[in-house]
């Protein structure tokens, strides 16, 4: 039993040693640190499997979305609860999502389905300051930097992988900027300056 007990250890420690977290800094051009940058590691060749998340939601306080960027894996349903005293109009007409909450208070009954990986950017039709950003991603490898700029993606497999990064001060009509980036066994860093028209190299 004791030999068994070591081996199941022996093998969980392997496993572990295998993965590798990746560490990004993103900043704007003058290199000012970037919050809520979304940052999303796809694997070159087969895709891994990914689950819906529970329990999204965006909530209206305040006239603000909070929070103002969301992150869900493909398939989640978000609920919009609105805890202000005021009605709002929820929508979004991007092409990763569709959708429109008209008039309501407090909690609709149906959640919002994000079926399609990309950038949902939501607002309210009474309220035109109201603005929010949806990053539906088709990877379970991803993070959201912190206000100081850094993100770190955990327990990334070795490999080939695509990164996909992605923050709101990028153009509308800009997509996820992509890096080619290979994870052997150690932890690898990454710093990324980002301007409204992509990578600065």
């Known amino acids: 039993m004791f030999a068994r007990l070591a081996l199941i250890v022996a093998l969980s420690s392997a496993a572990v040693a295998q993965a590798a977290g990746v560490s990004i800094v ?25 689950k819906p998340m529970a329990g999204a939601q965006i909530a209206q306080k305040d006239l603000e979305f909070h929070p103002a960027v969301t992150v869900v894996t493909v398939g989640t349903p978000v609920l919009f609860p609105n805890q202000d005293t005021v009605k709002h109009h929820v929508y979004s007409y991007s092409a990763a999502k569709t ?10 009954h149906t959640p919002i389905v994000f079926d399609k990986p990309g950038v949902a950017v939501l607002g309210c039709n009474i309220h035109d300051g109201m603005i929010a950003w949806v990053v539906v991603t088709d ?18 497999p070795p490999g080939n992988y695509q990164m996909h990064v992605w923050h709101s001060s990028l153009a509308e009509t800009t997509p996820p900027q992509l890096l080619p980036l290979t994870v052997a066994a150690g932890d690898v860093e990454q710093r990324i300056r980002l301007g409204t028209g992509g990578l600065i190299k």
């Open 26 to 50: 993103v900043t704007d051009p003058a290199g000012h640190a970037l919050a809520d940058a979304v940052v999303m590691l796809e694997p070159v060749g087969a895709p891994l499997p990914v």
């Open 99 to 108: 959708f429109q909450i008209k008039l309501y208070a407090g909690v609709p």
């Open 139 to 156: 990877t379970p490898l991803w993070a959201r930097s912190a206000a100081s700029g850094a993100a770190r993606v955990l327990d990334v």
